[in-house]
């Protein structure tokens, strides 16, 4: 199920709030716009589900200001907070080593897990 929440990124420097109500408000009720500027991006925010979806389907890689626009599901924080402890994980994460190591009288070599 879509977010009515959407993240829009690789916006042209000359997109203001309203060209971005306008576009999306072909879609459904805009609820709001946080536009960031310095990012290139916004989190538009409308009323219904289903007109996020359908926003999200129509929009994604539309020409807005003669440059291509992303439109991505923005994600509940809580989804994003697991995938930053996953991340960490992986991040602190040390294989084991092996440490070679003589094998009964001295005639062979094995490997020991540590």
Request: overall charge positive; hydrophobic content about 35%; aromatic content about 8%.
């Amino acid at each position: 199920m879509c977010s009515t929440t959407l993240w829009v990124g690789h916006l042209s420097k000359l997109v203001a709030d309203e060209d971005l109500s306008d576009l999306f408000g072909e879609y459904g009720v805009v609820e709001s716009i946080n536009l960031i500027p310095p990012r290139g991006c916004a989190f538009v925010h409308m009323n219904r589900r289903m007109d996020a979806y359908k926003a999200l389907k129509e929009l994604h890689k539309y020409k807005l200001h003669g440059k291509p626009i992303t439109v991505r599901q923005q994600l509940s924080k809580t989804l994003v907070f697991m995938i930053h402890l996953e991340k960490q994980k992986k991040k602190n994460y040390s294989p084991p080593t092996w440490t070679a190591v003589a094998v009964g009288n001295g005639s062979g070599w094995g490997c020991r897990l540590e």
